[in-house]
Protein backbone atom coordinates (compact mmCIF):
# COMPACT_ATOMS: atom_id res chain seq x y z
CA UNK A 1 0.00 0.00 0.00
CA UNK A 2 0.83 3.73 -0.72
CA UNK A 3 2.40 5.80 2.29
CA UNK A 4 -0.74 8.15 3.39
CA UNK A 5 1.68 11.12 2.77
CA UNK A 6 2.43 9.62 -0.97
CA UNK A 7 -1.19 9.50 -1.83
CA UNK A 8 -1.80 13.10 -0.49
CA UNK A 9 1.05 14.15 -2.50
CA UNK A 10 -0.19 12.73 -5.52
CA UNK A 11 -3.41 14.23 -5.02
CA UNK A 12 -2.62 17.49 -4.74
CA UNK A 13 -0.04 17.36 -7.71
CA UNK A 14 -2.74 15.73 -9.39
CA UNK A 15 -5.04 18.96 -8.21
CA UNK A 16 -2.30 21.68 -9.17
CA UNK A 17 -2.23 19.77 -12.61
CA UNK A 18 -5.88 19.96 -12.93
CA UNK A 19 -6.01 23.87 -12.41
CA UNK A 20 -2.83 24.47 -14.62
CA UNK A 21 -4.37 22.74 -17.84
CA UNK A 22 -8.15 24.27 -16.82
CA UNK A 23 -6.17 27.92 -17.24
CA UNK A 24 -4.18 26.67 -20.22
CA UNK A 25 -7.63 25.76 -21.83
CA UNK A 26 -9.29 29.06 -20.90
CA UNK A 27 -6.50 31.02 -22.16
CA UNK A 28 -6.00 29.24 -25.39
CA UNK A 29 -9.82 29.51 -25.89
CA UNK A 30 -9.74 33.36 -25.00
CA UNK A 31 -6.68 33.06 -27.74
CA UNK A 32 -9.05 31.68 -30.47
CA UNK A 33 -11.39 35.03 -29.60
CA UNK A 34 -14.63 32.92 -29.05
CA UNK A 35 -18.13 34.08 -28.78
CA UNK A 36 -19.18 35.21 -25.02
CA UNK A 37 -21.98 31.92 -25.14
CA UNK A 38 -18.79 29.56 -25.79
CA UNK A 39 -16.36 30.99 -22.80
CA UNK A 40 -19.01 30.78 -20.54
CA UNK A 41 -19.63 27.31 -21.59
CA UNK A 42 -16.10 26.33 -20.79
CA UNK A 43 -16.48 27.78 -17.50
CA UNK A 44 -19.35 26.18 -16.49
CA UNK A 45 -17.91 22.98 -18.11
CA UNK A 46 -14.85 23.26 -15.23
CA UNK A 47 -17.09 24.06 -12.71
CA UNK A 48 -19.83 21.39 -13.33
CA UNK A 49 -18.28 18.73 -14.71
CA UNK A 50 -14.64 18.97 -13.46
CA UNK A 51 -15.01 20.77 -10.21
CA UNK A 52 -18.75 19.03 -9.32
CA UNK A 53 -20.49 22.14 -8.53
CA UNK A 54 -23.96 21.58 -8.35
CA UNK A 55 -25.04 25.21 -8.37
CA UNK A 56 -24.00 28.72 -9.34
CA UNK A 57 -24.81 31.44 -10.35
CA UNK A 58 -22.56 34.42 -11.92
CA UNK A 59 -23.34 38.33 -12.13
CA UNK A 60 -21.13 40.33 -14.26
CA UNK A 61 -21.85 44.31 -14.43
CA UNK A 62 -22.45 45.51 -18.29
CA UNK A 63 -24.69 48.69 -18.24
CA UNK A 64 -26.35 46.82 -15.43
CA UNK A 65 -26.15 44.03 -13.27
CA UNK A 66 -27.38 40.86 -15.36
CA UNK A 67 -26.89 37.01 -14.42
CA UNK A 68 -24.90 35.83 -17.30
CA UNK A 69 -24.73 32.47 -15.74
CA UNK A 70 -27.22 30.00 -14.01
CA UNK A 71 -26.96 26.40 -13.60
CA UNK A 72 -29.15 24.32 -11.11
CA UNK A 73 -30.60 26.91 -9.48
CA UNK A 74 -34.50 27.27 -9.96
CA UNK A 75 -35.44 30.58 -8.00
CA UNK A 76 -36.12 33.94 -9.21
CA UNK A 77 -32.61 36.21 -9.90
CA UNK A 78 -34.75 39.10 -9.98
CA UNK A 79 -34.90 38.84 -5.73
CA UNK A 80 -30.99 39.23 -5.43
CA UNK A 81 -30.08 42.97 -5.95
CA UNK A 82 -26.45 43.03 -6.78
CA UNK A 83 -25.95 46.34 -5.36
CA UNK A 84 -28.29 45.71 -1.66
CA UNK A 85 -27.17 42.43 -1.41
CA UNK A 86 -23.59 41.16 -2.73
CA UNK A 87 -21.50 44.83 -3.20
CA UNK A 88 -20.81 44.34 0.38
CA UNK A 89 -18.41 41.20 0.02
CA UNK A 90 -14.85 42.32 -0.81
CA UNK A 91 -13.64 38.81 -0.23
CA UNK A 92 -14.39 34.97 -0.66
CA UNK A 93 -16.99 34.46 1.91
CA UNK A 94 -19.21 31.77 3.38
CA UNK A 95 -22.93 32.13 3.53
CA UNK A 96 -23.45 30.95 6.99
CA UNK A 97 -27.16 32.61 7.57
CA UNK A 98 -28.59 35.56 5.25
CA UNK A 99 -31.51 37.41 6.19
CA UNK A 100 -32.78 36.99 2.27
CA UNK A 101 -33.42 33.51 1.70
CA UNK A 102 -32.65 33.48 -1.61
CA UNK A 103 -29.07 33.90 -0.99
CA UNK A 104 -29.24 30.75 1.99
CA UNK A 105 -29.55 28.75 -1.07
CA UNK A 106 -25.51 28.96 -1.56
CA UNK A 107 -22.67 28.57 0.13
CA UNK A 108 -20.18 30.96 -0.72
CA UNK A 109 -19.89 34.24 -2.58
CA UNK A 110 -16.70 34.48 -4.70
CA UNK A 111 -16.42 38.47 -5.55
CA UNK A 112 -14.54 39.58 -8.66
CA UNK A 113 -13.18 43.60 -8.37
CA UNK A 114 -10.47 45.20 -10.26
CA UNK A 115 -9.01 48.57 -9.08
CA UNK A 116 -11.65 48.50 -6.26
CA UNK A 117 -14.19 48.30 -9.27
CA UNK A 118 -16.62 45.61 -8.53
CA UNK A 119 -16.93 43.45 -12.11
CA UNK A 120 -18.79 40.19 -10.80
CA UNK A 121 -19.57 38.05 -7.67
CA UNK A 122 -20.04 34.51 -8.16
CA UNK A 123 -22.89 32.31 -5.91
CA UNK A 124 -21.99 28.55 -5.36
CA UNK A 125 -22.99 25.52 -3.68
CA UNK A 126 -22.00 21.97 -3.56
CA UNK A 127 -18.78 22.50 -1.25
CA UNK A 128 -18.84 20.44 1.86
CA UNK A 129 -17.04 23.46 3.63
CA UNK A 130 -17.37 21.52 6.71
CA UNK A 131 -15.01 18.12 5.95
CA UNK A 132 -12.61 20.11 4.07
CA UNK A 133 -9.47 21.61 5.70
CA UNK A 134 -9.65 25.30 5.91
CA UNK A 135 -6.44 25.68 3.90
CA UNK A 136 -7.53 23.39 1.11
CA UNK A 137 -11.03 25.13 1.05
CA UNK A 138 -9.23 28.54 0.72
CA UNK A 139 -7.07 27.38 -2.45
CA UNK A 140 -9.55 25.76 -4.01
CA UNK A 141 -12.15 28.82 -3.54
CA UNK A 142 -9.37 31.12 -4.35
CA UNK A 143 -8.38 28.93 -8.20
CA UNK A 144 -12.13 29.57 -8.69
CA UNK A 145 -12.00 33.67 -8.14
CA UNK A 146 -9.00 33.73 -10.12
CA UNK A 147 -10.66 31.41 -13.23
CA UNK A 148 -13.46 33.47 -12.99
CA UNK A 149 -11.58 36.58 -12.89
CA UNK A 150 -9.86 35.41 -16.55
CA UNK A 151 -13.23 34.88 -17.63
CA UNK A 152 -15.04 37.81 -16.70
CA UNK A 153 -12.21 40.00 -18.03
CA UNK A 154 -11.82 37.99 -21.48
CA UNK A 155 -16.00 39.42 -21.52
CA UNK A 156 -15.51 42.57 -20.56
CA UNK A 157 -12.60 42.56 -23.16
CA UNK A 158 -14.94 41.95 -25.79
CA UNK A 159 -17.87 44.14 -24.87
CA UNK A 160 -15.01 47.10 -24.90
CA UNK A 161 -13.15 45.89 -28.45
CA UNK A 162 -17.24 45.79 -29.60
CA UNK A 163 -18.22 49.39 -28.26
CA UNK A 164 -14.82 50.44 -29.74
CA UNK A 165 -16.19 49.38 -33.26
CA UNK A 166 -19.61 50.70 -32.52
CA UNK A 167 -17.32 53.76 -31.76
CA UNK A 168 -15.50 53.77 -35.03
CA UNK A 169 -18.81 53.13 -37.80
CA UNK A 170 -20.51 56.18 -35.39
CA UNK A 171 -17.51 58.16 -36.22
CA UNK A 172 -17.47 57.07 -39.69
CA UNK A 173 -20.85 57.98 -40.07
CA UNK A 174 -20.26 61.30 -38.31
CA UNK A 175 -17.53 62.15 -41.32
CA UNK A 176 -19.88 61.05 -43.85
CA UNK A 177 -22.47 63.11 -42.78
CA UNK A 178 -20.12 65.58 -41.62
CA UNK A 179 -19.00 65.84 -44.98
CA UNK A 180 -22.60 65.83 -46.71
CA UNK A 181 -23.36 68.77 -44.46
CA UNK A 182 -20.44 70.47 -45.85
CA UNK A 183 -22.13 70.46 -49.26
CA UNK A 184 -24.88 72.35 -47.58
CA UNK A 185 -23.34 75.56 -47.72
CA UNK A 186 -23.28 77.24 -50.46
CA UNK A 187 -19.08 77.47 -51.64
CA UNK A 188 -18.64 80.89 -53.17
CA UNK A 189 -20.53 83.95 -52.23
CA UNK A 190 -20.96 86.91 -54.16
CA UNK A 191 -19.01 90.42 -53.42
CA UNK A 192 -19.34 92.66 -56.44
CA UNK A 193 -20.82 96.33 -57.33
CA UNK A 194 -24.30 95.10 -56.12
CA UNK A 195 -23.99 92.85 -53.18
CA UNK A 196 -21.15 91.70 -50.37
CA UNK A 197 -22.35 88.02 -48.38
CA UNK A 198 -20.23 86.37 -46.02
CA UNK A 199 -21.95 83.59 -43.79
CA UNK A 200 -19.57 82.09 -40.64
CA UNK A 201 -20.68 78.65 -39.02
CA UNK A 202 -19.55 77.09 -35.82
CA UNK A 203 -20.99 73.86 -35.42
CA UNK A 204 -21.29 72.56 -31.64
CA UNK A 205 -20.64 68.93 -33.08
CA UNK A 206 -19.41 66.99 -35.80
CA UNK A 207 -22.60 67.73 -37.61
CA UNK A 208 -25.30 70.17 -36.87
CA UNK A 209 -28.48 70.96 -37.81
CA UNK A 210 -28.19 75.08 -39.12
CA UNK A 211 -28.41 75.93 -43.33
CA UNK A 212 -28.24 78.75 -44.97
CA UNK A 213 -28.29 79.42 -48.65
CA UNK A 214 -27.79 82.04 -51.52
CA UNK A 215 -29.57 81.23 -54.87
CA UNK A 216 -29.55 83.36 -57.63
CA UNK A 217 -32.76 83.43 -59.61
CA UNK A 218 -31.98 85.42 -62.48
CA UNK A 219 -30.05 88.17 -63.59
CA UNK A 220 -31.29 90.35 -61.23
CA UNK A 221 -33.54 88.12 -58.98
CA UNK A 222 -31.76 86.25 -55.73
CA UNK A 223 -33.09 84.25 -53.16
CA UNK A 224 -31.01 83.80 -49.45
CA UNK A 225 -32.24 81.86 -46.46
CA UNK A 226 -31.59 80.26 -43.31
CA UNK A 227 -32.67 77.80 -41.23
CA UNK A 228 -32.46 75.56 -38.52
CA UNK A 229 -33.41 71.99 -37.49
CA UNK A 230 -35.05 70.65 -34.02
CA UNK A 231 -32.35 68.17 -32.63
CA UNK A 232 -29.05 67.73 -33.35
CA UNK A 233 -26.75 64.57 -34.59
CA UNK A 234 -27.14 62.19 -37.79
CA UNK A 235 -31.25 62.56 -37.93
CA UNK A 236 -31.04 65.98 -38.05
CA UNK A 237 -28.32 66.67 -40.97
CA UNK A 238 -30.02 63.92 -42.52
CA UNK A 239 -33.38 66.28 -42.25
CA UNK A 240 -31.67 69.30 -43.01
CA UNK A 241 -29.79 67.71 -46.69
CA UNK A 242 -33.32 65.93 -47.39
CA UNK A 243 -35.33 69.55 -46.79
CA UNK A 244 -32.32 71.73 -49.03
CA UNK A 245 -32.71 69.35 -51.73
CA UNK A 246 -36.68 69.99 -51.55
CA UNK A 247 -35.91 73.51 -51.80
CA UNK A 248 -33.26 73.58 -54.60
CA UNK A 249 -36.57 70.93 -56.47
CA UNK A 250 -39.19 73.61 -55.51
CA UNK A 251 -37.39 76.40 -57.50
CA UNK A 252 -37.21 74.95 -60.80
CA UNK A 253 -40.96 75.34 -61.26
CA UNK A 254 -40.71 78.63 -63.85
CA UNK A 255 -42.46 80.61 -61.42
CA UNK A 256 -43.26 80.38 -57.71
CA UNK A 257 -44.56 82.54 -55.07
CA UNK A 258 -42.72 81.97 -51.28
CA UNK A 259 -46.34 81.12 -49.75
CA UNK A 260 -46.53 78.24 -52.39
CA UNK A 261 -42.70 77.13 -51.44
CA UNK A 262 -43.11 77.44 -47.77
CA UNK A 263 -46.37 75.23 -48.13
CA UNK A 264 -44.87 72.93 -49.72
CA UNK A 265 -41.64 72.84 -47.31
CA UNK A 266 -43.50 72.25 -44.42
CA UNK A 267 -45.33 68.77 -46.16
CA UNK A 268 -42.12 67.91 -47.26
CA UNK A 269 -40.71 68.14 -43.30
CA UNK A 270 -43.83 66.75 -41.73
CA UNK A 271 -43.75 63.84 -43.72
CA UNK A 272 -39.95 62.97 -43.49
CA UNK A 273 -39.53 63.99 -40.01
CA UNK A 274 -42.94 62.45 -38.47
CA UNK A 275 -43.79 65.09 -36.22
CA UNK A 276 -40.85 64.37 -33.74
CA UNK A 277 -38.62 67.29 -35.43
CA UNK A 278 -39.50 70.75 -36.93
CA UNK A 279 -37.09 73.12 -38.92
CA UNK A 280 -37.40 77.24 -37.97
CA UNK A 281 -36.98 79.00 -41.58
CA UNK A 282 -36.18 82.39 -42.88
CA UNK A 283 -36.86 83.05 -46.60
CA UNK A 284 -36.45 86.21 -49.28
CA UNK A 285 -36.27 87.09 -52.59
CA UNK A 286 -34.94 90.26 -53.63
CA UNK A 287 -35.23 91.72 -57.23
CA UNK A 288 -32.57 94.21 -58.10
CA UNK A 289 -34.36 96.37 -60.72
CA UNK A 290 -37.48 96.80 -58.64
CA UNK A 291 -35.55 96.93 -55.28
CA UNK A 292 -38.09 95.20 -53.25
CA UNK A 293 -37.45 92.22 -51.26
CA UNK A 294 -40.51 89.73 -50.60
CA UNK A 295 -39.99 87.71 -47.10
CA UNK A 296 -41.76 84.98 -45.13
CA UNK A 297 -40.32 83.89 -41.76
CA UNK A 298 -41.62 80.42 -40.76
CA UNK A 299 -40.88 80.67 -36.59
CA UNK A 300 -37.02 81.56 -37.60
CA UNK A 301 -34.99 84.26 -35.37
CA UNK A 302 -35.70 87.47 -36.56
CA UNK A 303 -33.15 88.84 -39.28
CA UNK A 304 -31.65 92.49 -38.82
CA UNK A 305 -32.41 94.60 -41.53
CA UNK A 306 -30.60 98.21 -40.87
CA UNK A 307 -29.41 101.29 -42.60
CA UNK A 308 -27.34 102.07 -40.20
CA UNK A 309 -29.15 104.26 -38.35
CA UNK A 310 -32.98 102.51 -37.75
CA UNK A 311 -33.35 98.75 -37.21
CA UNK A 312 -36.12 97.02 -38.29
CA UNK A 313 -36.79 93.13 -36.92
CA UNK A 314 -38.05 90.79 -40.30
CA UNK A 315 -40.86 89.06 -38.13
CA UNK A 316 -43.77 88.45 -40.81
CA UNK A 317 -44.31 84.82 -41.82
CA UNK A 318 -45.88 82.19 -39.65
CA UNK A 319 -45.12 78.59 -37.51
CA UNK A 320 -42.57 76.90 -37.89
CA UNK A 321 -42.42 73.85 -40.72
CA UNK A 322 -42.88 70.56 -39.32
CA UNK A 323 -44.95 71.44 -36.21
CA UNK A 324 -48.34 70.93 -38.14
CA UNK A 325 -49.88 69.08 -41.31
CA UNK A 326 -50.95 72.48 -42.55
CA UNK A 327 -49.94 75.97 -41.74
CA UNK A 328 -52.89 77.46 -40.16
CA UNK A 329 -51.91 81.32 -41.00
CA UNK A 330 -49.14 82.75 -43.11
CA UNK A 331 -48.18 86.17 -43.98
CA UNK A 332 -45.62 87.81 -46.00
CA UNK A 333 -44.34 91.46 -45.89
CA UNK A 334 -42.27 93.16 -49.05
CA UNK A 335 -40.19 95.89 -48.45
CA UNK A 336 -38.65 98.42 -51.07
CA UNK A 337 -34.26 98.06 -50.06
CA UNK A 338 -32.49 101.46 -49.89
CA UNK A 339 -29.04 101.74 -50.74
CA UNK A 340 -25.98 100.29 -48.74
CA UNK A 341 -28.61 98.34 -46.41
CA UNK A 342 -27.70 95.71 -44.36
CA UNK A 343 -29.39 92.04 -43.36
CA UNK A 344 -28.14 90.09 -41.14
CA UNK A 345 -30.10 86.37 -40.78
CA UNK A 346 -28.75 83.94 -38.04
CA UNK A 347 -29.28 81.05 -36.09
CA UNK A 348 -30.43 80.57 -32.16
CA UNK A 349 -26.84 80.22 -31.12
CA UNK A 350 -25.75 83.27 -31.60
CA UNK A 351 -28.68 84.83 -29.33
CA UNK A 352 -29.04 81.82 -26.51
CA UNK A 353 -25.25 81.88 -26.06
CA UNK A 354 -24.48 81.93 -22.18
CA UNK A 355 -21.89 83.81 -20.58
CA UNK A 356 -20.30 82.82 -16.80
CA UNK A 357 -23.20 84.67 -15.26
CA UNK A 358 -25.93 82.32 -16.68
CA UNK A 359 -26.74 85.94 -18.90
CA UNK A 360 -27.96 85.08 -22.58
CA UNK A 361 -26.38 87.55 -25.39
CA UNK A 362 -30.00 88.27 -26.67
CA UNK A 363 -30.75 90.03 -29.69
CA UNK A 364 -30.29 93.78 -28.39
CA UNK A 365 -26.55 93.14 -27.92
CA UNK A 366 -26.42 91.80 -31.71
CA UNK A 367 -28.32 94.86 -32.87
CA UNK A 368 -25.82 97.07 -31.18
CA UNK A 369 -22.75 95.90 -32.46
CA UNK A 370 -24.47 95.57 -36.25
CA UNK A 371 -25.67 99.65 -35.73
CA UNK A 372 -22.10 100.40 -34.09
CA UNK A 373 -19.99 98.99 -36.46
CA UNK A 374 -22.07 99.30 -39.55
CA UNK A 375 -19.31 100.80 -42.36
CA UNK A 376 -17.75 96.96 -42.40
CA UNK A 377 -18.15 94.78 -44.83
CA UNK A 378 -19.81 91.94 -43.91
CA UNK A 379 -16.89 89.27 -44.06
CA UNK A 380 -15.57 91.63 -40.82
CA UNK A 381 -18.63 92.43 -39.46
CA UNK A 382 -19.11 88.09 -39.35
CA UNK A 383 -15.64 87.78 -37.86
CA UNK A 384 -16.89 91.39 -35.08
CA UNK A 385 -19.73 89.27 -33.98
CA UNK A 386 -18.29 86.20 -33.29
CA UNK A 387 -15.32 87.77 -31.65
CA UNK A 388 -17.68 89.23 -29.08
CA UNK A 389 -19.63 85.95 -28.71
CA UNK A 390 -16.32 84.76 -27.54
CA UNK A 391 -15.72 87.61 -25.37
CA UNK A 392 -19.18 87.16 -24.12
CA UNK A 393 -19.12 83.57 -23.32
CA UNK A 394 -16.01 83.63 -21.76
CA UNK A 395 -14.91 79.92 -20.41
CA UNK A 396 -18.11 78.75 -21.42
CA UNK A 397 -18.47 76.68 -24.44
CA UNK A 398 -20.69 77.33 -27.28
CA UNK A 399 -23.85 75.34 -26.74
CA UNK A 400 -25.67 75.13 -29.99
CA UNK A 401 -24.93 75.48 -33.48
CA UNK A 402 -24.35 78.96 -34.50
CA UNK A 403 -24.34 80.62 -38.04
CA UNK A 404 -24.14 84.02 -39.48
CA UNK A 405 -25.28 85.28 -42.75
CA UNK A 406 -24.97 88.49 -43.24
CA UNK A 407 -25.99 90.71 -46.76
CA UNK A 408 -25.45 94.23 -47.94
CA UNK A 409 -27.20 95.25 -50.86
CA UNK A 410 -25.40 98.52 -52.69
Given at each position: ????????????????????????????????????????????????????????????????????????????????????????????????????????????????????????????????????????????????????????VAIENKRMAKEALQQERIKKELEVASEMQKLLFPSDLPSDKRLDLAATYKSRHEVGGDYYDFIPLSDDEFMICIADVSGKGISAA?????????????????????????????????????????????????????????????????????????????????????????????????????????????????????????????????????????????????????????????????????????????
Amino acid sequence: MKDKFVVALEKEIKLKDFKLNSLLEITNSINTNPSVENLLRIYEFILKEQLGFEKFVLFNKQDTWDSILKVGFKGKIKDIDVDRDLMRFKDITVIESSHLPVLNQFEVVVPIFHKNKALAFLLISGIEVKTLKPSSTFENLSFIQTLTNIIVVAIENKRMAKEALQQERIKKELEVASEMQKLLFPSDLPSDKRLDLAATYKSRHEVGGDYYDFIPLSDDEFMICIADVSGKGISAAMLMANFQATLRTLLNYQSFELEFLVEELNTKVMTSAKGEKFITFFVATYNSTTRKLKYINAGHNHPILTNGRKVKNLKKGCIGLGMLDEIPFMESETIEIKTNTTIILYTDGVVELENEEGEYFETDRLEKIIKTFYPLNMEDMNNLIFSKLDEFRGENDYVDDTAIFSCRIF
